[in-house]
């Protein structure tokens, strides 16, 4: 299972908040998406575009910190 993780060179705590600044960064564009979802079809496109990036930049942090989570595991 550990294959399954994306290799890194960042520290558990490098990856950490790199999680936590893309969950905000999700987060915001969660409350752009709302107000998109009342503006013309072109804002909310651009804004529902945001909006998966940033949740891929979040899959992809939350490997990240897994991957991390493991490698501590296996070296203790």
């Known amino acids: ?12 705590q490098s990856a950490q908040t790199q999680l936590n600044r893309t969950a905000e960064e999700l ?19 651009a804004s529902s575009s945001n909006y998966n990036e940033r949740f891929t930049d979040l899959l992809d942090a939350g490997l990240n910190v897994a ?3 493991r490698v501590s595991e296996l070296l203790l």
Do not use: C
């Open 1 to 12: 299972m550990f294959h399954q993780f994306p290799a890194t060179s960042a520290n558990f």
């Open 27 to 45: 987060s915001i564009a969660a409350n752009d998406l709302v107000g998109a979802s009342r503006a013309t079809p072109s804002e909310l496109a």
């Open 67 to 69: 991957g991390q989570s």
